[in-house]
């Protein structure tokens, strides 16, 4: 019933940019925090970038600040990381993660590759 699904990712030079989107259905979008989680081969899934619920606040791993924005339409159960200057050290798959009390969902992932 719950589904977040991403969109968005591929394959980008240095210095781009992308923007993923994830849609979401089947719980109450607006009073959930939406995160963005990237994991590399090899690595643990690491947290990116999240929004509170109702979009006040948000935060960002140290190595995207100034270059990823995170954003939701709450109206379109739309949650959005708008990626610029994009390095090859952004190469992972992203997932979009939407979390509330004991409810954890997450999306299959959207592969973004830096490279030239």
């Known amino acids: 019933q719950v589904q977040l699904v991403e969109s968005g990712g591929g394959l980008v030079q240095p210095g781009g940019s992308l923007r993923l989107s994830c849609a979401a259905s089947g719980f109450t979008f607006s009073t959930y925090a939406m995160r963005w989680h990237r994991q590399v081969p090899g690595n643990e899934r690491e947290l990116v970038a999240s929004i509170s619920s109702y979009g006040a606040v948000t935060t960002y791993v140290d190595s995207v600040k100034g270059r990823f924005t995170i954003s939701r339409d709450d109206a379109k159960n739309m949650v959005y990381l708008q990626m610029n200057s994009l390095e090859p050290e952004d190469t992972a798959v992203y997932f979009c993660?939407?979390?509330?009390?004991?409810?954890?969902?997450w999306g299959q992932g959207t592969q973004v590759t830096v490279s030239s």
């Open positions: 993660n939407a979390r509330k009390l004991s409810y954890n969902y």
